[in-house]
C-alpha cells in the first residue's frame, strides 16, 4: 500500500524521502512527473534517484499542491502480459489513465487488459460474479493498492492515490465482471 502525504506550501520548502521506496510526484495541473531524471514543472524539482539504495532524496518545491506518493517495491503484485511501464500499461491499451490492471477470476492473474489474457492464457476469461465484486481484484498502477471490484466501479479515481482511471475501461466491464 502506497503512502500519501499531501503538501501544500508557498516557500522553498526541502522534503527528504528514503530512496529505498520507488517514486512518484503528481502535480494538480501538470499530470504525473518521475524522479528518475531532474524535473523542472509547476515550479517542481526533484534530483536523480541515488546510487546508493538508503540515501535520501531531497526534492525542493517552490511553489503549489503537490501528491507524494510512495510505491513500495516490496508490495508489487505481478503483472502478466505486454506490459510496457510499471503503471500497468499494455501495448493494448497505454494512455495516461491506463493505470490499472484487472485480477482475472478464471486465473487469479493480474494483466493490464483482456488482451493480454487471451494472448498468454490457453483458457478464456471467466468473469466475476456479482457475488463476488467485494472481492480485492483490481490494482492502481501508480500507488500499487488493491481494490475491491465493487470499489473500483463506483470510482472514476483511484480512492488511495486519487490517479484518474480511463472512463472507456467502463466499456469492457462484461468482458470482466457479471453487469
Request: proline share 6%; hydrophobic share 30%; with cysteine.
Amino acid at each position: 500500500m502506497a503512502t500519501i502525504l499531501p503538501l501544500t506550501f508557498n516557500a522553498v520548502l526541502p522534503v527528504s524521502i528514503n530512496a529505498s521506496t520507488e517514486i512518484n510526484i503528481s502535480a494538480n495541473a501538470t499530470g504525473k512527473l518521475s524522479e528518475e531524471s531532474t524535473i523542472k514543472a509547476a515550479n517542481i524539482t526533484s534530483s536523480t534517484t541515488p546510487a546508493i539504495p538508503n540515501e535520501l532524496i531531497p526534492i525542493i518545491m517552490t511553489s503549489g499542491t503537490i501528491k507524494l506518493i510512495v510505491k513500495r517495491s516490496d508490495n508489487m503484485v505481478k503483472i502478466y502480459g505486454k506490459v510496457v511501464d510499471d503503471e500497468t500499461r499494455c501495448e493494448h491499451y497505454a494512455s495516461e489513465k491506463d493505470i490499472i490492471a484487472i485480477k482475472f477470476y478464471c486465473c487469479g492473474k493480474y494483466y493490464p487488459c483482456y488482451k493480454c489474457h487471451q494472448e498468454a492464457e490457453d483458457h478464456s476469461i471467466q468473469r466475476w460474479p456479482k457475488e463476488e465484486f467485494d472481492q480485492q481484484a483490481i490494482l492502481c498502477g501508480v500507488c500499487q493498492t488493491e481494490q475491491t471490484i465493487e470499489t473500483y466501479m463506483n470510482h472514476n479515481t483511484c480512492p488511495e492515490c486519487h490517479s484518474p482511471f480511463n472512463e472507456n475501461c467502463r466499456l469492457h466491464y462484461p468482458i470482466y465482471f457479471e453487469v
